[in-house]
């Protein structure tokens, strides 16, 4: 599965930063990047370890399963967005 995300008004020491930070891994910023929210989101302790499929989609899995969990049976999207913004 491919997604594209686009990162607005990244402040251009950051992007410098994670322009030299993809150097010294030899890889591009896209790369490094991709790395740094892989592992931020799966929350590896061992540093330089690399997450496996695995992990990856047991953390999703477990965030879909809370979030299901929390709207479970409150009907369509639209409205759990009315219900948030406490809309009738």
Sequence with gaps: MSTTLTI???EEPV???LRIQAARH???MEA???????RAV???D?????PTTD????AA??????IRGKWQGRGTTDAAMRELRDED
């Design 26 to 28: 030899k890889r591009s």
């Design 32 to 38: 490094e990047a991709r790395d740094i929210l892989t």
């Design 8 to 10: 607005r008004n990244l």
């Design 15 to 17: 992007k410098h930063l």
């Design 61 to 66: 899995m477990q965030a879909l399963n809370a």
């Design 46 to 50: 061992a540093p330089g370890q690399t």
């Design 55 to 58: 992990t990856v989609n047991a």
């Design 42 to 44: 799966t929350q590896m």
